[in-house]
């Protein structure tokens, strides 16, 4: 099971090929980046419990959604003890159930497409800011409810790769991206 209380550089890789539940829509996840709050100037918890980024505090096992340039709801995992802030952004995935919503809300965009990139995975889920600060279930067995989010854990660990985030301006080189190599629904580089 993977524990949501560990730092966010930890959880990251352990996302990989696991499902994001929110209502019928399941998405495989194949890239994810970590925050690190108060450590990291690229993280919107770097400045402390603003009230954009509170959520990043704890308690863990919630989400945090932001709206990006204005139109985009990118979502978060919040991890680490409570008081403590990081969290990792979904940024590519694969929908693997609930297509016909998923496709309703981002159009005629090409199958590998629809949750590559966190406004994207954003769009494919509906999320909304609403939403943030909502409780994320752990789930197993193949067992999913069907209302608010939840997140199946992979049977095994992916393959992945590590390096630098991608689309920010600070703290550029720190390796906190996390990514299945070579998955047509990865956002950044793939290889």
Same mark, same amino acid.
Do not use: K
């Given at each position: 099971m993977i524990d949501l209380s560990a730092p966010a550089t930890e959880v990251a890789p352990l996302l990989l090929g696991a499902t994001i539940w929110r209502g019928p829509v399941g998405i495989r996840l194949t890239e994810v980046e970590a925050y690190m709050g !108060?450590?990291?100037?690229a993280s919107h918890a770097f400045r402390g419990p603003t009230p %954009?980024? %509170?959520?990043?505090? /704890?308690? #863990? +096992?919630? @989400? =945090? @959604? =932001? !709206? +990006?340039y204005g139109m985009h709801h990118c979502v978060n995992l919040v991890c680490s003890p409570d008081g403590e802030a990081s969290a990792v952004l979904l940024r590519g995935g694969q929908v693997i159930s609930g297509h016909d919503d998923a496709r309703r809300r981002r159009g005629s965009v090409p199958e590998n497409r629809l949750a590559c /990139? #966190? /406004?994207n995975m954003g769009s494919a889920l509906g999320a909304n800011l609403e939403e943030s600060g909502d409780p994320v279930s752990l789930i197993g067995n193949g067992a999913v409810p069907a209302q608010g989010w939840r997140l199946e854990p992979a049977l095994e660990t992916a393959e992945f790769r590590q390096g630098p985030r991608v689309g920010i301006s600070r703290n550029t080189d720190a390796p906190w991206r996390w990514w299945i190599p070579q998955d047509p629904t990865v956002s950044g580089p793939r290889a």
């Open positions: !108060l450590n990291d100037p %954009r980024a %509170r959520v990043m505090f /704890g308690p #863990p +096992s919630h @989400v =945090y @959604v =932001y !709206l +990006s /990139g #966190p /406004g």
